[in-house]
């Protein structure tokens, strides 16, 4: 920013140049009209009866005196201003950033019209507040160029223009706009990604409640995040009313701060005083009721107080922190340089949003790099586990040849706990591979979306993509992915640790499947597919049950459709058959006049993340529907297979008993 160019004792801006690359703000003396809303036309008629007051722009109106009072937080004022331009700027055009001026405003350019926020109003009733900036572009006609800007507030504890408005060239002032967005967008989407890992995680390991509280910080920052960069709120929760999300900027600050205090107790819970950490739990809660039950214009004149007390929390943390030190707590250091940062950057926004440092956000910035140093911790607690067993196989292979010389009885009963730890070290390292590989699959995975992340924001940092808000949905749909992909992996580790429950029902089979058909058979011919069904079953319906759970088989059904609906062309056929299997078993088929499967890509078609090399259309699967089929199918007491040939279709089938 540069600011050399200051408007002076009458209310005039001159600009002498626009430095390059740069933007000016408009900071410095206005003329303040206060208790009046004057528009263009009041000035140009001279029917203005007050004189104008000199004041310092940007500054929350309450902190001006006029007769020796101070104003107070209501009200209304209109700002005027003339910005005097170099005579070789006539007939260029130029943009202004206008930030929040709370909490509505209309904005004049020469007597037109530029900016409206909300609805300007004499009273609480009569004006709407509207929190959103603007980029408001205009040509230089004359010479000076007159800015009025009518202003109200009823609504919170800042008024009037409390941000300096920017002016500059228009591409400026629009990557200006975009990178603010962009950089707050990576932000979120990272602590919202982070947030699902660590509750998913949680969801695996209901004892580390540290998970949960970690997870919970994460999101709800990322949600204040949201919020406070207005630009990027309107993106993405543009149904947000003013007074909603202001009331869900303040419960995310203090409930952020109530989950931190409870992480904070899970991993230094003998550090910690409990009677305190039930207080702040009890006055964080207090207060995040108080916000939802007030209007915003009460809340809001408690944010000092608020502040100073997340300050006394924070400082208690640190010395929890610290005591973990003094005590040689496991990862003390590592986790008092984290809180030492984030309670920095909490410290910064609370300067920030009082106007005494001009920085801006970073709270969500001080939780990623504390979010960073718990993943070393965590990396550190697995090697020092690795590292002990490591110990221990030794110490047990000293010990097993000190045993040689004992009687053969007690040397019998030591080679058979040996070969039972070979044994079980054996499985130990074949799980080892199997998680490796699994870890490796999902990387694999998850890494697609989160390079697609990456490009589209580099491309909108490097200007190669323009940013708006068809590329931030593409960024909104990459994390959807990740989410279906986090669900497929719960469902999928449910069934291998064989705590996947069943609600078994005997069905008959052939009323079944024809439900399942006309349930489907809509959407697949809305595709242009032909979708037929067919069945030669038992005309006896006493014959045709079976005990299975509903929901399950049909998510192998649908598995299978959506497979093959993939691989036809158009004006394609898939038929969904059932047929007898030897009198013992209903054979369900799903077959299709598709593109068909390579013959040696046949029997890795069930494998966990395995993808057909053939080119069907464009889809968003995880690579896990099919293996969870097998394994739903394996739980029912039945088989699954697949019949193909190159260019002629596919038939995947899978059987189920007949009830005896």
Known sequence: MASSNRAGQDGIYSISHFPDKKLLQLDGKWEFYWQELYTPDDFRRETVQQSPQIIEVPNTWSKYIIGGQELPMTGYATYRLYLDFPKEEAGTTKALYVPNISSAYTLWIDGVVGSKNGVVGK??????????????????????????????????????????????????????????????????????????????????????????????????????????????????????????????????????????????????????????????????????????????????????????????????????????????????????????????????DILFFNNIVKTTELTSVGLLFFLFTQSIILSKQYSMSFMRTEKLSQDLAILNASLGQQVHERTMELQHTNKELQAANQRLNEAHRSRSEWIHNISHEISSPLTNIRAYTKGMLDGVIQSDKNYIQLVYEQSLYLSRILHDLHDMTDMENRQIRLDIKSVDIQEYGYKVYQKYKWDLEKQGIDFEWKSSLFDQAENRFVLIDEVRIEQVIVNLLNNAQRFVHENGKIVLELTNEQNEKVMIKVMDNGIGIEEEELELVFNRFYKNGNHGKVHSGSGLGLAISKEIVEYHNGTIGVKSKKGEGSCFYFTLPFKV
Not at 176 to 205: A, E, P, Q, W
Request: aromatic share 12%; net charge positive; glycine share 4%.
């Open 123 to 348: 009273s609480r009733d009569s004006m709407k507040p509207v929190n959103t900036p603007k980029v408001v572009q205009f040509e230089v006609q004359s010479n000076p160029i007159e800015l009025i800007i009518q202003a109200s507030n009823y609504s919170q504890r800042k008024a009037g223009m409390f941000d300096p408005i920017l002016i500059g060239e228009p591409e400026m002032i629009l990557q200006f706009r975009d990178k603010k967005i962009i950089f707050r967008s990576v932000i979120v989407m990272s602590l919202v990604t982070m947030g699902l890992y660590h509750l998913v995680l949680y969801l695996f390991r209901r004892k580390e409640h540290s998970l949960f509280f970690f997870g919970n910080v994460c999101l709800l920052i990322a949600l204040r995040a949201t919020l406070l960069e207005e630009g990027l709120a309107s993106y993405i929760l543009p149904f947000l009313t003013w007074e909603l999300a202001v009331k869900l900027e303040y419960i995310g600050a203090s409930l952020g701060v109530m989950f931190v205090s409870l992480f904070t107790y899970t991993q230094f819970a003998k550090d910690m005083n409990q009677k305190l950490r039930n207080t702040i739990i009890i006055v964080m809660s207090a207060y995040s009721f108080f916000v939802i039950l007030t209007p915003a214009v009460v809340f809001t004149r408690t944010m000092i107080h608020f502040q100073v007390l997340i300050i006394l929390i924070f400082l208690y943390l640190i010395s929890v922190y610290v005591t973990a030190i003094l005590r040689k707590r496991e990862s003390s250091l590592l986790n008092t340089i984290a809180i030492l940062m984030l309670f920095g950057t909490v410290v910064n």
